[in-house]
Every structure is written in C-alpha cells, then in structure tokens.
C-alpha cells in the first residue's frame, strides 16, 4: 500500500542505490533479512521484509512468538547486525545503533545505581552536549514530569516498582528527541492495570511530540488503541510482512471512544483472525 | 534513644541483634508461645554451643596435662629411678613452676595470659610515656643542632604487635586493590586479553603464601641493597598483597565482562564514548562484584599475614607467635592461644566491615550475604 498513497511531488532519488524514496517516510525497510548461523545450519529468521513507516506515524507490529519481531527491531535499532538488504532513516542508511533512534527495552534496563533523574540525564547529557547543565536537567524533569514522577526524580532505580521504572524508560527515550522510537514489548511484563495506565501516558506524550514510533506488542487491544497501522507479521521461518491494517480512529483518543467505535471489533476480529491462521 | 540506636547498630554489625533481641524480649516479657522456638534457636542453642566448646576445651587440656604429666614420671622412673619419678609426682602436685608440663593451656590458665599482656601493655606504655618525657627537651635541641632525636627502642608490647599487624594488613591490601582492580578492568574490558593471560592466573592463584614470600625476598633484598633500613616491612606486605589479589583480579575482571546486555545496550543507543561507558556503565554495575573481590581479599590477607610475619621475621602477631613458641615458657602456650583468639576476632571484625560497606553499594539491599 505505501508508496501509492505518496504525493508524488515529494520524491527523490537515493544516488547510492537508485531507490526511489518520498520525503514523507521516515522508516525505510527492503528486502531485509536476517540468518542466524546455527550448528544445525543458518537459520534464516527474516527474508525479503519491506516496510515503509511514515513522518508522525505510531506503527504497532504484532506477530507469533518467535517470528523475529524483536530481531527485526534491534535491527532497526542497529544493535542487530543486518544480513541482507536495506534499512535507511529519512533516506540515510543506518550504521550500527544511534541516538536517532530511541529505544524502549522490554525491561526497563535503567541503571540500577542511579536516581531516575541521572538515568534520563544519561541520555540528555550526550544529546545536547552544548546545552547548559540547567537547560538539561530542566529537559529531563521535563520529561519524568510528562510521566508522572516529578516527586521520584531522586529517588533510585531499584526502589521503583516494575511501572513506575518503565515510565522513567519513557521518558529517557522521548528525552533524547529521537527521529525513531522503537518500543519491544514494553508493557509486557506488567498487569492490566498499570499496562493502561502507561498506554494512556505513551500516547498522551506522544500527541504532543509526534516521533515516529515502531512498537512490538502481542495485545491485540493495545494494537489497536496505540496504532495508525498495525502490521501483522507471518510466522517463521523467512518471516516477512504478512498484512497492514489501518486503524481509521481519529486522535487524540480515547480508551473509551475506542472500545465504543463501531469499527473497533471489526478491526480486532481481522487481527485476531490473521494470528489464527 | 541516641545511644541505643548506635548500641543497635553495633549489634547488628556483629551479628548479635538477634541473640539480644530475643533476650531483651524475655526480659520485657514480649515472648509469646510462638516465640519459643525462635529463643530456643536464638539463644539457647548458641549459648549450650559455648558451653560446650570451654566445656570440651577444659577436658581436653585436663587430660593433656595429665598425659603429659604421666609421661615425665614414667620418664624419670625409667632414666633416674623411683625416688627421683616420686620427686617429679610431688613437684607437679605441688604446681611448681619449674616441673609443670607444658601441652595445651586450660581456658582460666588463657584467660591470666590475657590478663598479664594486658598489663604488660600498660606497663611498656607508661615506660614510653616516661621516655618520651624524659627525651623531650633533649630531642628539641637535638633537633635543633640537625641530629637524629632518641627514639625509645623497648621491647613491643602485643598491642603494638597488633597494630604492626593492622598496619601490615593494611598496606597489603591496598596494594592488592591497586594492582587487582586496575588490571581487573582492562582484562574484563578485552577478550582476547583475557583469554591470553588466564593461564598466569590459573597458575599463580594456587602458590602457597610462603613461595610468594621466598620471591618476593629473592626480588627485595636484590634492590634494597644499599638503603640500611629494614626490608621486614616491605617484604611482607608486598608478599600478603601479592597472595591476597588473585580474588579481586578474577572477580573484577568477571564483573566488567560480564554487565548487563541491557545496560551495554543502553550505552551504544546513547552512542556513550568509551571512557563514559566504562565510568557510568560497567564500573558501577561491575562494583559489588569487585567488592565481593576484595572482601575475600582483605580475608586471605589476614590469613596470610600471620604465616608471612612468622617467616619473614617481621614484627607482628605472627612473629609474636612464633617467638612464643621458640621461648617455651610456661605461659608460652597460653600466650599462643590468647594470639589465636585476637587473630581470629581481628579476622572478624575486618570481615564485617567489608561485608558492611558490600550491603552499601549492592543495588539491592534486599540482597543478604
Ligand atoms: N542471537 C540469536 N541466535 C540464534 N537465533 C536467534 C537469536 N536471537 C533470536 N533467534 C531466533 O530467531 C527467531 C526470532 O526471535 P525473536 O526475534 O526474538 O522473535 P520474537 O521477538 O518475534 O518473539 C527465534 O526462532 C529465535 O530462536
Ligand atoms: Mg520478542
């Protein structure tokens, strides 16, 4: 679907390689793939994966355990390296991990020995190098204000619980302003409850600051709460894009306008069946 | 309140806060029937094991003497006669100082050795204290005309001999954190490193304290040839350092390898330079495992130091020991064992402080050692 929905005035070339790009895709995939050597034989987790993701879009990618979700994320990421094929930024070809492209892990992976204020700053520090020390902190706080912790800036990464330590993951990925942010399960690992509560804060600050944002997640509700698109990946092996949704609800959302909408179930009973089959 | 909580404190540190609470309950009569296990766990049990261990330790000397005692007679019966084994009988009976047999000290007769070094400290201090008196105003116009001041030159009381001790530790430790952790590091950081010299590891770690020694003296007294001072000192501690790094090496080198995936990651997304991310990143998290190092290391130290003192004729319990044992006094023995009590109580105390300062900088504090 995503190239024909281009204005093509907005196109231009990619001298490297001859591809063809549109100044309005930030998150550019072809012909991806990726092969495990194993004992048994290479092992190959992602073949001919392409996938285009828009300026300001919010992509949810959902998909069976073990497809090679979060192989495909850290290779966005660049933590990952790529065995075959492309992945460019604003037209750009990545090399290895950068602060362009904010993460947000599973775990929360905060420095357990420092404060939530000098995790976020951690980051701050090597984005704006040039800032003063206040204007920096003055971002960080920012940030750990937007989700909810302006009385825990002091307080220690290990005398968090499970949520309270992801929000400080939150905040130290939109902190560092990344052009990409690429979430892997983040809410997986906490109950119903503070999971909504984090969606609710997730996109609250997002609306705001519109960074293209890549989120893995196996909850076909959050799927679709969060997304503009949900991409829906085929199982393994030589995993690859197997269906896109869009998600037509208009925002800033609602939890409640959402599981009101006529087309929600619609929209849940196409993912649902895609994973069932 | 201040006071208790300090008390508290100093319990706690010892490992006693659970014998005391327990007693303080059953004296503020807090105890339930629920808490009768926990007394018979926490108070019995520890006392009857040290009534048991003097209890043991006084038969056991007994029955020594008596041995021992046994023997002498049936020695002079056999060499000089029965009128001279008669003698010797009475003169043991009689607890002559002069025909006691020397074996195993009772727990009293350890106590009375404690008692007379305690005395004989007091007895050296005030002797300095005389000295020092004495000399003073000699030594400022000694000092003035550029000549060495008179420094007193008595024989060391065995609370000087432990200090020596202290101090010797002390330095070899340090010396240890100061090669183990730096060169910690740069193996941890490298893999190629580390696997390129694991074997001195492997095959240094096992050296017995007293080879080290020998080494280390082979080394010294080569380079110390000329300055007159003593290389005692010097010999000894670099000796206990060298015995005691191998645990911070291998547990600092561990800890730097093995940080968190998360953690590294989050470096390389933040793209931290090299020198940020060994200082904000993989020392802080590799820090309670060097601890863990180096609390080991301040133990064999210890340990050591008392074998190393004793060969290497350097002043200090060890040597304290050993000249005890070459003396053969009467209250030689008990001397001995007095030395073993402080050695072991020393070993202690170093032990809780470095378990202290470990609970402080673990990320957890939930995590009990
Ligand atoms: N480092 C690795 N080496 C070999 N195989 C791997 C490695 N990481 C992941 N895999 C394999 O690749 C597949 C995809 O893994 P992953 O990307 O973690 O899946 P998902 O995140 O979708 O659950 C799985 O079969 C997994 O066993
Ligand atoms: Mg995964």
């Keep these: 679907m995503s190239s024909t929905i281009i204005d093509q005035k907005y196109r231009h070339f990619d001298i490297e390689n001859g591809i063809v790009y549109s100044s309005d895709v930030m998150l550019d995939l072809s012909k991806l793939k990726k092969v495990y050597p ?139 302003k990344p052009k990409v942010l690429l979430l892997d399960e983040p809410f997986g690992m906490l109950d119903s409850l503070t999971r909504g509560e984090l969606q609710d804060i997730l996109i609250e600050i997002w609306n705001k600051e519109k960074i293209t944002a890549v989120m893995i997640t196996h909850d076909v509700d959050e799927a679709i709460f969060l997304a503009d698109r949900v991409v829906m990946m085929t199982s393994g092996p030589k995993a690859k894009i197997g269906d896109i949704l869009n998600i037509d609800f208009e925002r800033p959302r609602t939890r409640k306008a959402v599981l009101e909408h006529n087309d929600y179930y619609k929209y849940r009973k196409h993912l649902i069946d895609f994973l069932e089959h | 309140m201040k006071q208790s909580m300090t008390l508290g404190k100093v319990t706690k540190f010892i490992g006693l806060a659970g014998f005391l609470g327990t007693v303080k309950n059953m004296f503020t009569g807090k105890l339930e029937k629920e808490d009768f296990k926990n007394f018979l766990r926490k108070v019995i049990v520890p006392l009857a094991s040290i009534f048991l261990f003097f209890g043991l330790w006084y038969l056991g000397s007994k029955s020594l003497y008596n041995i021992e005692a046994e023997h002498r007679i049936y020695k002079a019966l056999v060499e000089q006669g029965p009128t001279e084994a008669e003698k010797v ?168 390898s093995s940080v968190d995936k998360d953690y590294i990651n989050v470096a390389k997304v933040l793209k931290l330079g090299p020198v940020q991310k060994v200082f904000k990143v993989i020392l802080p998290s590799s820090l309670p495992l060097i601890f863990t190092g180096l609390r080991i290391t301040l133990s064999v130290a210890w340990m050591v130091l008392i074998a190393i003192e004793l060969l290497a004729q350097s002043p200090g319990l060890g040597s304290f020991v050993w000249e005890e044992f070459q003396n053969g006094a009467v209250d030689s023995n008990s001397k001995i064992i007095v030395a073993m009590f402080v050695i072991g109580l020393i070993g202690f105390l170093l032990d809780r402080i470095m378990l202290t300062i470990q609970k402080m900088i673990s990320f957890n504090k939930n995590d009990g050692i």
């Excluded at chain 2, 050296?124 to 000399?135: C, R, V, W």
């Excluded at chain 2, 070899?172 to 952790?181: D, E, K, N, Q, T």
């Excluded at chain 2, 300055?227 to 000192?233: A, Q, R, V, Y």
């Design chain 2, 89 to 256: 009988r009475t003169c043991i009976a009689s607890g002559d100082i002069s025909c006691q047999p020397n074996t195993l000290p009772s727990p009293a007769q350890v106590w009375e050795s404690y008692k007379m070094l305690l005395a004989d400290h007091y007895a050296i201090s005030a002797d300095k204290q005389a000295f020092k008196e004495k000399t003073a105003a000699l030594n400022v116009k000694r000092i003035a005309n550029g000549e060495a001041p008179i420094v007193y030159t008595g024989r060391p009381s065995f609370v000087d001999q432990i200090l020596t001790s202290l101090k010797t530790v002390f330095a070899g430790f340090l010396l240890a954190l100061f090669i183990a952790v730096p060169i910690g590091i740069v193996i941890g950081l490298s893999k190629t490193l580390r696997s390129s010299v694991n074997w001195i590891i492997q095959i240094f770690k096992p050296v017995s304290p007293v080879v080290w020694l020998l080494l280390v003296f082979m080394i010294v007294k080569t380079l110390n040839k000329d300055s007159s001072g003593d290389s005692s000192f010097i010999i000894s501690f670099i000796s206990v350092g060298l015995c005691s790094m191998w645990a911070t090496l291998v547990n600092t080198a561990m800890g730097v």
């Design chain 1, 38 to 176: 194993t004992p048994k034989g290479d092992h190959v987790v992602l073949e001919d994966l392409n996938l285009q993701i828009m300026k300001e879009e919010f992509v949810t990618i959902i998909g069976h355990s073990g497809c090679g979700k979060t192989t495909m994320l850290s290779m966005i990421a660049g933590l990952n390296p790529i065995s075959g094929g492309n992945i460019a930024v604003l037209g750009h070809h990545i090399k290895g991990p950068g602060p362009d492209r904010g993460v947000i892990f599973q775990s929360p992976s905060l420095m357990p020995w420092m404060t939530s204020l000098q995790n976020v700053m951690l980051g701050v520090n090597q984005v704006f190098p040039h800032a003063t020390k206040a204007q920096r902190t003055d971002i960080a706080k920012y940030y750990l204000q937007k989700v909810g912790l302006e009385d825990a800036f002091n307080k220690k990464a290990t005398e968090l619980s499970q949520g309270m330590q992801q929000r400080v993951g939150i905040a130290r990925a939109f902190a560092i």
